[in-house]
């Protein structure tokens, strides 16, 4: 897939355009995107996609942004996965914040992009004060000699599918279902960094993933499978939070994985971690021997997980 940092001066050849922030590529995402391959390959056009970094809210209120679901190079993999051809990631900054709905229409869609067939949701908004519209783009349509459809909402089980949702899931616990809203497990991806070894001290090593997520959007110990880069899949336990046992208050989360069977060092490689089932919250132990009599029960709960999974 083709990553694009920004929009040229005049299109080369003309594409097909879905526009979205893709937070967590769920499966209301997925099924844009699939009409986007179609669409674009009953055309003859390249499946393009355009997104922004860092999403709209975070620019304008960087306080109240909801926390990210995916961090930017798993959304552009998860769109790669997903059949796109080539992805505009545009810069949100004051200067395209001031970028007038038609100006974007006729600047960036048309003479920049040459969109043909342009797709975004039923809510879509654009422009400065955020004046642009599904509607606007349909009136300018026939004007411009390209077409236009909406994707309106897709639910799961009565409910609506979106970030939102699976964010609230997550912060809820429950990681069956933002999984299946997701279309997969929800995962984090990241390389393994040494820590302060207190894993190893313990009896327990771990490895601990790096995280691009300043505020992931859940806490507490899972069980878990760690993916390596050749495709392996190993089975764990993880602890994500900010460990109140060892660490002083407004400590910075950390994902550790204690990855059972394995005596492998795997420092510096790119790993992903798939949340497969919540145990408890976080809790501060009165000392270190209560907090590892605490973790030999987390893998004995994780392993049994994994021996009921496989049965």
Same mark, same amino acid.
């Given at each position: ?17 879905t ?23 009953? #055309?003859? %056009? ?15 209120? !960087? ?22 051809e080539?992805?505009?990631?545009? #810069? ?14 006729? #600047? ?11 797709q ?25 000699? *390209? ?10 089980n ?7 949702a ?17 279309? #997969? ?12 070894? %207190? ?41 994500l939070?900010?460990? !109140? ?12 994985? *204690? ?7 795997? *420092? ?16 501060? *132990? ?26």
């Open positions: 897939m083709q990553i694009l940092r920004s929009v040229p001066d005049a299109a080369s050849s003309p594409v097909a355009l526009i979205g922030n893709f937070d967590g590529v769920h499966l209301g995402h997925q099924a844009m995107l699939a009409k986007l391959r179609a669409a674009a390959s009953a #055309r003859g %056009l390249p499946a393009c996609v355009m997104t922004f970094e860092p999403h709209p809210r975070e620019f304008f209120a !960087p306080d109240q942004a909801p926390v990210r679901l995916t961090t930017l190079r798993e959304k552009l993999e998860m769109l790669r996965q997903h059949g796109v080539r992805t505009y990631v545009l #810069r949100f900054n004051f200067a395209l914040a001031q970028v007038t709905a038609q100006d974007f229409i006729e #600047r960036i869609l048309l003479r920049g992009l040459g969109v043909r067939w342009l975004v949701g039923d809510d879509f908004r654009f422009g400065a004060r955020r004046a642009g519209d599904l509607a606007m783009l349909r009136a300018q349509a026939a004007l411009h000699g *390209y077409e236009v459809e909406g994707m309106a909402t897709v639910e799961h009565g409910g609506r599918v979106s970030s939102t699976v964010r609230d899931t997550l912060a809820a616990g429950d990681v069956t279902r933002a999984g299946r809203l997701l279309g #997969r497990p929800y995962s984090i991806s990241g390389r393994v960094v040494r820590g302060d070894q %207190l894993g190893r001290e313990l009896g327990f090593p771990t490895a601990n993933v790096q995280m691009k997520h300043n505020r992931p959007p859940l806490t507490g110990i899972f069980a878990v499978e760690l993916m390596r880069g050749d495709g392996k899949r190993l089975q764990g336990v993880a602890s939070g900010v460990r !109140p046992t060892v660490k002083a208050r407004g400590a910075a989360p950390v994902l550790e994985v *204690y990855i059972f069977d394995f005596k492998e060092e795997i *420092y510096g490689e790119l790993v992903r971690v798939d949340f497969l089932h919540k145990f408890r919250d976080e809790a501060k *132990y009165v000392d270190l021997e209560t907090l590892k009599q605490q973790i030999a029960r987390d893998v004995a709960d994780t392993r049994a997980f994994f021996s009921r999974r496989a049965a």
